[in-house]
């Protein structure tokens, strides 16, 4: 037997509560499937399912009620406005950042503002406001400061504006420090109870709160807070801050204007991204002609209802987020605030260019980073956590790679670079695991670092290179404190068993009722057991294309004695469906037999519609006890056996049911003479001119599979006929 190589998770399958789902199903009038996944969210009762079905039915405390600085924030704001003051607004280069610069520059524009952005350099100067911006602002003339998504652990810089006279106003969503900076005003929802539904804002729901406060205040919010709330929705799905509370309700609201967007560099970054279809359109693969393309192009005509998280995560997020990576994050800036439709073409195409490269970046980085851990040869059962330095590593994607190692390694990836060849400074991103706090293990090395970042999930550092070892093992030290040797396999959470025939396209709409999925309200994922995987192929950059079929006993384990009287209109052959599984080519190829756990995804191919799984778990098949598959029910002939003509495929068949010794078949033979022959509870059949030199073959295929299909449909009309 071959020695297959599998992912290395431990699935956690949610328990099945029939009888609640079936309830909550006729209440919700969703599948039994889906009120299972909705048990699984918490939401058990039809009020509750009411409210997350429709989330702006729920009461939404006002926000300056929560959030205790709100009103000094406006009263400054106003008061710069009015006295023509200048203000600056310091950003951060990830989308959040940079999504939360363009909205608070597009609002305070629109209000009449004199006012100017910095970004620091990624490159040179890392994360957040620092004393060189805070100065370079002084000297600028700058009154009044507006940091978006960062500067809550910003204490010195702060400092420094308040020494200068520089009023500072900090918005930011991360971690709290054990010192807040000496700001005149904080929004952060870490600030406010776990409980309001503004906890999970990320930086750009912060920004978007103040900016939308400000306007209403001041009377001109008609007009300014839709493409507001198109920045917040793009910056809060590519953040991957938590689809609940008012991010729930108000992403829900911003994906379906996104399609109709208002901003030039929202509709010229769905075209060139290739989200949506539109006349003239733009290829990115040729960028040098953008000219040619900028004046050719027209503007998008959809019938899309609403955009997917996923167009956004996988799509039009990346795009933005490389230029932050590996570039200047300018262009984002101006892509997202201009209302000039050349210039957005122009600064999207910059964006598609510079996403390719990262994606080679990230690509190069990654196996470098596998074949050194392998080299090594780590015990990360032991180590449980696993830190990696290497030179010549460009640390703007060194981020993605760590998510990347850890969805392979299932263990909390600290990975840096040298800043210069001297090796003196590290700078370094982490990704953690679901039972490992990535802040509060930097604060646990905090004494070993410089400066450092991040949350639960995610984070940022840089510290000195002679430190490298003891950082090592500190992190060890924290990793052992939190992790058990059960925790280091990546988790596969599972919400309902399904059977393949389940599987279509009125289910895969039914589940638009639960969108927005994203952070803490994930997409369902089912799993099948015992499917056999009929065909697989490496596709594109190393994923695996596979089609999957369901032998007919396990889709529903149905077919017991009060099934045998069956009508063979009743009888469905096989389940077959196509499949795909991301980034797996060391996976390749698949055992044939696996159970499966899978997302839903819908492929649209030449105007037609399908549904197709998107595999994020497999395992070896579970042995099955006696277990019998029957490829045919056991089937009743009439008095007189059934005979019938029919056409397939513009061809001519004849097939009747006969009995062979003891046994019933079905037989389907062609104009040439050539006989099919397949006897009931099999999944092989006889093909050939006659019995003994027929060859036997799989009926399970697709064009053998339509054929019987046609056959049987064909017989039961004779067979009411007669």
């Known amino acids: ?153 910003a204490y010195d810089p702060i400092d420094r504006a308040r020494q200068l006279g520089v009023k500072v106003i900090v918005t930011d969503h991360h971690d709290l420090p054990q010192q807040l900076p000496p700001a005149d005003a904080i929004l952060n929802p870490k600030l406010i109870p776990e409980s309001s539904p503004y906890r999970g804002l990320a930086g750009v729901g912060v920004a978007y709160i103040l900016a939308v406060s400000l306007a209403q205040q001041m009377g001109k919010a008609k007009g300014l807070v839709k493409p507001l709330l198109e920045l917040f929705t793009l910056g809060t799905i590519a953040d991957l801050a938590p689809l609940t509370g008012v991010n729930r309700r108000w992403v829900k609201r911003g994906l379906q204007l996104l399609p109709q967007s208002q901003l030039a560099g929202v509709q010229a970054l769905i075209q060139v991204s290739g989200v949506q279809e539109a006349g003239g359109q733009v290829s990115p693969g040729n960028l040098e002609n953008y000219q040619l393309a900028i004046s050719n192009y027209q503007l998008p005509i959809t019938n899309s209802k609403s955009l997917k998280p996923e167009d956004i995560g996988f799509r039009l997020g990346p795009r933005i987020n490389a230029v932050g990576r590996i570039a200047d994050p300018q262009i984002v800036i101006d892509l997202l605030t201009t209302d000039d439709m050349g210039l957005a073409l122009e600064r999207a195409m910059q964006c598609e260019q510079i996403n390719r490269h990262r994606q080679l970046l990230c690509e190069e980085i990654e196996q470098e980073a596998i074949a050194h851990i392998e080299q090594s040869q780590l015990n990360l059962q032991q180590e449980r956590v696993l830190l990696l330095v290497q030179p010549n590593w460009h640390h703007g994607v060194i981020g993605i790679v760590a998510s990347r190692l850890v969805e392979r390694y299932g263990v909390p990836v600290f990975i840096g670079t040298y800043e210069d060849e001297s090796g003196e400074h590290i700078r370094g991103s982490a990704r953690g695991i679901p039972e490992f706090h990535v802040f509060e293990a930097l604060e646990f090395c905090a004494d070993l670092l410089g400066k450092f970042g991040g949350h639960k999930a995610a984070g940022g550092f840089s510290l000195p290179g002679e430190n490298l070892e003891k950082l090592r093992s500190r992190l060890r030290t924290f990793a052992h404190q939190c992790l058990q040797p059960e925790h280091l396999k990546p988790v596969v959470k599972i919400d309902a068993q399904a059977s393949l025939d389940q599987i279509n396209l009125d289910l895969y709409r039914q589940i638009d009722a639960l969108h927005p999925c994203g952070i803490e309200n994930s997409a369902p994922v089912f799993w099948t057991p015992n499917v056999r995987a009929i065909d697989q192929q490496i596709v594109g950059k190393g994923h695996i294309k596979l089609t999957l079929i369901q032998d007919a006993v396990e889709q529903v384990g149905r077919w017991g004695e009060e099934n045998y009287q069956l009508p063979i209109a009743n009888y469905q052959l096989p389940t077959q469906i196509k499949a795909i599984a991301w980034r797996w080519r060391d996976y390749f190829p698949l055992p044939s037999r696996l159970d499966i756990a899978y997302k839903l995804r819908e492929n649209n191919w030449n105007g037609s519609k399908s549904i197709e799984l998107e595999l994020v778990g497999v395992r070896l098949a579970s042995p099955q006890v006696n277990r019998t598959v029957k490829a045919f029910p056991p089937l009743i002939f009439p008095t007189i056996p059934a005979k019938a003509e029919f056409y397939y495929n513009e061809r001519r068949y004849t097939c009747g049911l006969f009995a062979n010794g003891s046994k019933q078949e079905l037989r389907i033979r062609n104009s040439e003479g050539k006989v099919l022959a397949i006897a009931p509870g099999q999944t092989t059949g006889l093909l050939g001119m006659n019995r003994e030199e027929s060859e036997e073959i799989d009926i399970s295929q697709p064009g053998f599979y339509q054929l019987i299909q046609a056959a049987l449909q064909a017989l039961e009309i004779a067979e009411k006929n007669h």
């Open 1 to 153: 037997m071959p020695n297959f190589q599998l992912p290395n998770q431990r699935w956690e399958i949610a328990p099945s509560q029939i009888e609640p789902a079936q309830k909550l199903a006729e209440v919700t009038q969703l599948s039994p499937l889906l009120a299972q996944v909705l048990l699984n969210r918490g939401i058990e009762t039809p009020e509750q399912a009411q409210l997350f079905l429709s989330p702006e039915l729920a009461a939404l405390p006002e926000p300056i009620a929560e959030f205790p600085d709100l009103a000094i924030s406006l009263e400054l704001l106003e008061n710069a406005i009015a006295r023509h003051q200048k203000i600056a607004i310091c950003g951060d280069y990830d989308a959040d950042g940079m999504t939360s610069t363009a909205l608070l520059l597009r609002s305070l524009r629109w209000l009449g503002a004199n006012v100017d952005y910095a970004i620091p350099s990624r490159m040179k100067e890392g994360y957040g406001i620092n004393r060189r911006i805070v100065e370079d602002f002084h000297s600028e003339g700058v009154a009044l400061i507006l940091t978006v998504d960062n500067g809550i652990s």
